[in-house]
T-cell receptor, first 109, second 117 residues
Framework: EDQVTQSPEALRLQEGESSSLNCSYTVSGLRGLFWYRQDPGKGPEFLFTLYSAGEEKEKERLKATLTKKESFLHITAPKPEDSATYLCAPKAAGNKLTFGGGTRVLVKP | DAGVTQSPTHLIKTRGQQVTLRCSPKSGHDTVSWYQQALGQGPQFIFQYYEEEERQRGNFPDRFSGHQFPNYSSELNVNALLLGDSALYLC????????????????FGEGSWLTVV
């Protein structure tokens, strides 16, 4: 059975304090790994897709990396507007996403 | 370019009733998937529709059913509602995967909040 575990469950950061979020997965027939940001009461907002081990992608203060069994989302010098829940979701054949429980990030000014 | 649109945004139903949620995919997309997200959890895959047929299904009972129309829009129907069906229901759209194609971004709508009382 496909499994995805995200850690930590919650993260409190001071503005400017960099940190990393972890996503560990076991998925059959992996076709890529997605990262989404979700604000309270909203749908997930697409951030990145990674397709192969060693791949990295960046967007503003966020950088996502991928290994064969894990992905990391690095937040560099975060700002309060980076506060959100970050979801990772490996994609199996047929565009099915399996989500982790998410990491709730709170950045305090 | 309109993204994924869902309706209604919020609704309240009574146990035992039936509900229909609607989704229009992003322009140019032909595949629609539905997810259920309980409070404080990640979304869970319900099923996926392509070419008006259910292609994949997650671990959800037959009370959950769906439909896709020729214009690619989709409906999610839930019968005999239970209190535990209270959740955010998300629609995701994409292009149909072909072979081993992996270059396919999946976009989500804002969701429909269902409360069962």
């Amino acid at each position: 059975e496909d499994q995805v575990t995200q850690s930590p469950e919650a993260l409190r950061l001071q503005e400017g304090e960099s940190s990393s979020l972890n996503c560990s997965y076991t998925v059959s027939g992996l076709r890529g790994l997605f990262w989404y940001r979700q604000d309270p009461g909203k749908g997930p907002e697409f951030l990145f897709t990674l397709y192969s081990a060693g791949e990295e992608k960046e967007k503003e203060r966020l950088k996502a990396t991928l290994t064969k069994k894990e992905s990391f989302l690095h937040i560099t010098a975060p700002k309060p507007e980076d506060s959100a829940t970050y979801l990772c979701a490996p994609k199996a054949a047929g565009n099915k996403l399996t989500f982790g429980g998410g990491t709730r990030v709170l950045v305090k000014p | 370019d309109a993204g994924v649109t869902q309706s209604p945004t919020h609704l309240i139903k009574t146990r035992g009733q039936q509900v229909t949620l609607r989704c229009s995919p992003k322009s140019g997309h032909d595949t629609v998937s539905w997810y259920q997200q309980a409070l404080g959890q990640g979304p869970q895959f319900i099923f996926q529709y392509y070419e008006e047929e259910e292609r994949q299904r997650g671990n959800f009972p037959d009370r959950f059913s769906g439909h896709q129309f020729p214009n690619y829009s989709s409906e999610l129907n839930v019968n005999a509602l239970l209190l535990g069906d209270s959740a955010l229901y998300l629609c995701a759209s994409s292009f149909a995967p072909t072979g081993t194609s992996s270059g396919n971004t999946i976009y989500f709508g804002e969701g429909s909040w269902l409360t069962v009382v």
